[in-house]
């Protein structure tokens, strides 16, 4: 093999390294905005708790990578967290709201009714110490006061959409 001045076995010289543009102190910044970020804020609206872990580390990942979407990932946080509360509240109401009770004054109202069926005359008054659970099995001892004054126990026997049937028995 010749080279080009002619001197057999010679190999040509290396190709120049081309010099890289400098970015002194500066660390290059990923394109595009972060993924976990934009995660954080769809799990946000669809599973708060996921959308506050994603969140938390979308913004840790932005502020280390310089990426965009730390602002994403704040509100993915504070969404999730207002999501969550709103979740926990509407339980709780459920929860409170949900359980079926009768009246005090539609207990106490039926006590009076059913004395007066059953020939024992018509109470003065009837106490209750308060609603009635509307669930089989539910307890509770009301005042009756007339002639003689007569304590009460109720047991609820059954219950069918609105209405709740109960035993009254004397203590």
Do not use: W, Y
Request: charged share 15%.
């Amino acid at each position: 093999m010749t080279t080009s001045s002619g001197t057999p076995g010679a190999f040509p010289p290396p190709p120049q390294a081309q010099p890289f543009p400098s970015h002194q102190g500066q660390a290059p910044v990923p394109p595009g905005t972060n993924t976990v970020a934009i995660l954080a804020m769809v799990f946000a609206f669809v599973f708060s708790p996921v959308g506050i872990v994603l969140g938390f580390v979308g913004r840790a990942q932005t502020k280390r990578t310089g990426q965009k979407g730390r602002t994403l990932a704040t509100v993915a946080v504070i969404l999730g967290f207002v999501f969550l509360a709103l979740s926990v509240l509407a339980i709780v109401l459920v929860g409170v709201r949900g359980a079926k009770m009768v009246d005090r004054d539609s207990v106490e109202s039926q006590i009076s009714q059913q004395f007066a069926a059953n020939g024992l005359g018509t109470p003065d008054s009837v106490t209750c110490p308060g609603d009635l659970k509307a669930e089989v099995g539910e307890t509770m001892t009301c005042t009756v006061r007339g002639e003689t004054n007569v304590e009460v126990g109720l047991r609820v026997t059954s219950v069918s959409g609105n209405t709740a049937l109960f035993d009254i028995e004397p203590k």
